[in-house]
């Protein structure tokens, strides 16, 4: 069975087909560069910017996935899936409009997708030969950390999760971009720390405040410690901060990631999961990618990330996937009409998006 699903809920126009957990065909067109000189994406312009591409897009994913199967057609895939929140409202709404179009030409049954959703499955995509094979070894931990997200997520089935852990400010991608920006190092950041902290060692020479570590709890606050790398840089010369600067990137980069582990760390002991994934933007980092594996050895388990960097960021074939274990369900939208953005969607509240 093959699903057609789209994804513009931030700065990328994505479309994918996807047959199962085969990834047919994937475009993400990115804007990131139109975002950049405002130092963060502004909705309007993304909206038109997916309007502008969404056509294209699709026709686009449609011919490359004929290259592997050249019975593909929009006649003849069998739903169509879409990516109805969290993101951004009137970003969300192009990919939507589009798919409830397609899905009414075409006649086709409409699968609404939680974008949060779709960054967990991204951990379980294979190529179009099948690989790599994993296992859904549930219940597991899901964590997912991006530059709007930073979740601990129970996972105890296909559909069904619980959040243990969340951000109460900045998520941990928000966090690295905060810090690079103060450093000088452009926007998004997260990339840019990685390059720094791995030629100065992954050094913690600065030791920042690790935020929340004693809370009880498994949530995560990050706002304090940009403060602190703010107030730091206050106190130095310009000329030290040059000199340091991978270091002062490292021990940054080291904080935030000493947060996650640790609340990673006591989510898997108190319950017991054998797997974890790892999900969003902030997953390609190899840093953070070894301290949760190593995390997983400690406990006789594993770690999985998502296995081809195009599904660390915002993509469609992770919807198209997600989208397949609710087509095993019949979970159709049954009025299309109702089907609406939803900017703020949880993931516990998702089992109803029909
Ligand atoms: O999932 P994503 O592409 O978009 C959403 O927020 O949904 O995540 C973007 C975030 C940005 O904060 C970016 O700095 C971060 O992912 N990121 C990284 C790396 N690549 C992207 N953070 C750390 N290390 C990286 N290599
Ligand atoms: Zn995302």
Not at 45 to 61: C, F, G, L, N, P
Not at 116 to 144: D, Q, T
Not at 160 to 182: H, P, S
Request: one cysteine or more; proline letters at 4%.
């Amino acid at each position: 069975m093959k699903i057609l699903a789209i994804d513009t809920s931030c700065d990328e126009t994505a479309v994918a087909i996807t047959s199962g957990r085969r990834v047919l065909s994937h475009l993400e067109y990115t804007q990131i560069q139109t975002h950049k000189k405002w130092g963060g994406v502004v909705p309007s312009i993304a909206k038109r910017a997916h309007a502008e591409k969404i056509d294209y897009a699709v026709e686009s994913a449609v011919s490359k996935a004929k290259k592997i199967d050249p019975n593909i057609s929009l006649a003849n895939i069998d739903a169509i899936a879409v990516t109805v929140g969290p993101g951004l409202a009137i970003a969300l709404e192009v990919g939507i409009l589009q798919a409830k179009k397609l899905a009414a030409e075409y006649k086709k049954p409409l699968i609404p997708i939680n974008h949060m959703e779709g960054h967990i499955y991204s951990c379980f995509a294979e190529n179009s030969k099948g690989l790599p094979k994993r296992e859904f070894l549930f219940p597991y931990l899901a964590f997912l950390v991006s530059g709007g997200h930073t979740e601990l997520v129970l996972v105890k089935s296909h559909l069904e999760y619980q959040i243990i852990g969340r951000t109460r400010d900045d998520a941990a991608g928000e966090a690295l971009d905060k810090g690079a920006r103060l450093l000088g190092l452009g926007y998004p950041g997260g990339a840019a720390l990685e390059r720094l902290a791995y030629v100065a060692h992954n050094t913690d020479e600065f030791r920042f405040p690790r935020p929340m570590l004693h809370s009880g709890d498994l949530d995560f606050s990050f706002s304090g410690l940009k403060t602190s790398l703010l107030y730091f840089l206050k106190k130095i010369a310009e000329s030290e901060k040059n000199n340091k600067i991978h270091e002062i990137a490292s021990s940054y980069q080291e904080a935030v990631f000493a947060a996650l582990s640790k609340k990673a760390e006591i989510a898997i002991k108190s319950t017991g999961v054998k797997l974890l994934v790892c999900g969003g933007g902030v997953a390609a980092n190899n840093r953070l990618r070894s301290l949760l594996r190593n995390l997983m050895k400690g406990v006789g388990g594993k770690a999985y990330f998502p296995p081809y960097k195009y599904l660390t960021g915002d993509n469609a074939a992770m919807i198209g996937i997600a989208a397949y274990y609710r087509w095993e369900k019949q979970m159709f939208a049954r009025n299309m009409d109702v089907i609406d953005r939803a900017p703020r969607l949880s993931l516990e509240n998702s089992i109803n998006l029909i």
